[in-house]
């Protein structure tokens, strides 16, 4: 996982708050993605970013958003967390040189909405 | 939409065995990608594969990618606890390289001893 960090790396949060989770990376990379990953699924894409304040949609943003501020750093936020958000959420990074090297995953960061 | 499906989801096999996992999808690509993830773990990045018949091995492991038939085999041979994970899958849909993934559902391989 060097050069990439999410955290925290667990939270317990009550149904309703508003809940901030982080990642930060040292490796100067373009892409970075949110994905979150639950039985049954696989990983699904919430919302991915392109570069500085450049950020999209993926499958599954409802209930999401993101924000990207600096290259190093981007953040997704439940806005209003539920239930269904209990998940363990990754970040990834991706440096598209052309050479197709797919992904670098952070450690996750699991949340669980009581 | 791109789906991704893998089989088998489950697999539970004896050491020293060979086996395969599938990884169907449903566009074009010719860019696909395994990872394997230890249970509480992140993932970690296995084999990419960029073009039609691409062939990449790692010790027991071997992957191959035909995109004419938009299939991947991961293909293990002698199989050793250690390679105990899940393994996924996961397919560019764009083709030009800004790989937003969409991954399978995962292979959760147990080898017994």
């Known amino acids: 996982d060097a050069g990439i960090t999410q955290s925290p790396r667990h939270k317990v949060t009550e149904t309703g708050t508003p809940v901030t989770l982080r990642c930060h990376q040292t490796?100067?990379?373009?892409?970075m993605y949110w994905y979150r990953q639950d039985p049954g699924h696989g990983l699904r894409l919430i919302h991915y970013?392109?570069?500085?304040?450049?950020?999209d949609k993926g499958e599954v943003s409802d209930g999401y958003s993101v924000s990207r501020s600096k290259t190093e750093d981007f953040l997704l936020t439940l806005e209003s967390a539920t239930s269904s958000q209990t998940s363990v959420y990754f970040c990834?990074?991706?440096?598209?040189?052309?050479?197709?090297?797919?992904?670098?995953f952070g450690s996750g960061t699991r949340l669980t909405v009581v | 939409e791109l789906k991704v499906e893998q089989n088998p989801l489950f697999l539970s096999m004896q050491e020293g065995k060979n086996y395969t996992i599938y990884c169907n999808y449903s566009?074009?690509?010719?860019?696909l990608y395994w990872y394997r993830q230890d249970p509480g773990k992140s993932l970690e990045s296995l084999f990419v594969?960029?073009?039609?018949?691409a062939v990449k091995q790692e010790g027991r492991l071997m992957a191959s990618l035909d995109t004419k038939a938009r299939l991947s085999t991961l293909h293990i041979t002698a199989a050793v606890h250690d390679l105990s994970a899940t393994y996924f899958c996961?397919?560019?849909?764009?083709?030009?390289?800004?790989?937003?993934?969409?991954f399978g559902t995962g292979t959760r391989l147990t080898i017994i001893p």
């Open positions: 990834a990074i991706s440096d598209l040189t052309g050479g197709g090297y797919g992904y670098t």
């Open positions: 490796e100067n990379h373009r892409y």
């Open positions: 970013s392109y570069g500085v304040k450049d950020t």
């Open positions: 566009t074009t690509s010719d860019r």
């Open positions: 594969l960029l073009s039609n018949g």
């Open positions: 996961a397919v560019d849909p764009t083709n030009f390289g800004n790989e937003n993934l969409t």
